[in-house]
């Protein structure tokens, strides 16, 4: 009798994990035709360019990250050490770290990258990952 109900959550549990890959698929398959929309540049001002690129990039930021693993990972830091400064100091220096190359190449670099090249081989990435998922999942 245990054996049998061990037997079924097994079952159980294979189907949810095929469930979650086929999702998966989907997912990546989406992203894979998002990607060929190419991203409109409206001449209109927003609400935020208004404000600045300053404001503009902390709202946006601000939304963007609420909820998002780096967010999760410094409120365990934060539980985990007394320390309060010093788990803000390493966050932000950390974030930093992390963004202030990718904005420095970013304005270095994005007149000159070819976009559409860039988009066809994101497609063929995430359709790569989805196929792959199929298949080996």
């Known amino acids: ?6 037997r079924q959550a097994r079952r159980a549990g294979d189907g949810m994990i095929e469930g979650l890959a086929r999702l998966l698929d989907l997912t990546q398959a989406g992203m894979a035709a998002w990607i060929l929309v190419p991203d409109k540049m409206d001449d209109e001002e927003s609400s935020l ?3 600045g690129p300053f ?3 902390f709202v946006l930021f601000f939304i963007a990250e609420i909820g ?3 967010q999760i ?5 934060a539980a985990k050490y ?4 010093q ?7 950390g974030m930093m770290l992390a963004n202030v190359p990718v904005v420095l190449l970013g304005k270095l670099g994005a007149d000159k990258l ?3 090249g860039i988009r066809i081989a994101c497609t063929i990435l995430f359709a790569g990952l989805g196929i792959s998922t199929l298949i080996f999942a």
Do not use: N
């Not at 990972?73 to 830091?77: E, I, Q, R």
């Not at 788990?87 to 220096?93: F, K, M, N, S």
């Open 49 to 51: 360019d208004k404000y």
């Open 73 to 77: 990972a410094t409120v365990l830091l």
């Open 82 to 85: 007394d320390s309060l400064i």
């Open 1 to 6: 009798r245990g054996d049998r109900r061990a």
């Open 114 to 116: 070819p976009l559409k």
């Open 87 to 93: 788990v803000i100091t390493g966050t932000t220096l």
């Open 55 to 57: 404001m503009a990039t």
């Open 68 to 70: 998002d693993k780096t």
